[in-house]
Every structure is written in structure tokens, then in C-alpha cells.
């Protein structure tokens, strides 16, 4: 990403989308891989709006964001 172009009114649209999936699929969940900043502090901004405690996590390896989607035994 050279940089990002969502404004705070995208990001809330995205957020709510989420919102009205997590009524419909419970058990779907989100994991992100970054070590970017700028990515980073997207993520944090849509997690904030969403407040969907649990469903979204970010990590720094693939290998780590899969041991959490894993841990909930229904990957």
C-alpha cells in the first residue's frame, strides 16, 4: 500500500456491513496479517465502529492469525 484512501464515513459503511454478518454468521471471524502502521491504524479505526468483541484480530505472521482462527474448533 503506497498509501490508504478510505475516508472515516467508508470505513463505518464497511463497519456496519460487518455488523449485520456477524447477526447472520456468529461464528465468522477476521483475521488480519500487517506490520504495516498505516494498515494498522485502519484496522483499529473499523474495529472501534464495529465494536464486535472477538471477531476481528490482527497479527504480524499468517501462521499466527491461522492458530486463532483455529482455536475456536470450528475452522
Known amino acids: ?3 490508504h484512501n478510505m475516508s472515516e464515513s467508508e ?3 464497511v463497519a456496519a456491513f460487518d455488523m449485520g454478518l456477524a447477526h447472520f454468521y ?10 504495516d502502521k498505516r494498515v494498522l491504524d ?3 479505526q473499523f474495529v472501534t465502529i464495529g465494536r464486535i468483541p472477538g471477531r476481528h484480530a490482527v497479527f504480524a505472521t499468517a501462521s499466527a492469525a491461522r492458530d486463532w482462527l483455529g482455536s475456536s474448533g470450528k475452522c
Open 1 to 3: 500500500l503506497a498509501q
Open 26 to 35: 456468529p461464528a465468522l471471524r477476521f483475521a488480519s496479517v500487517t506490520t
Open 11 to 13: 470505513i463505518a459503511k
Open 42 to 44: 485502519l484496522w483499529r
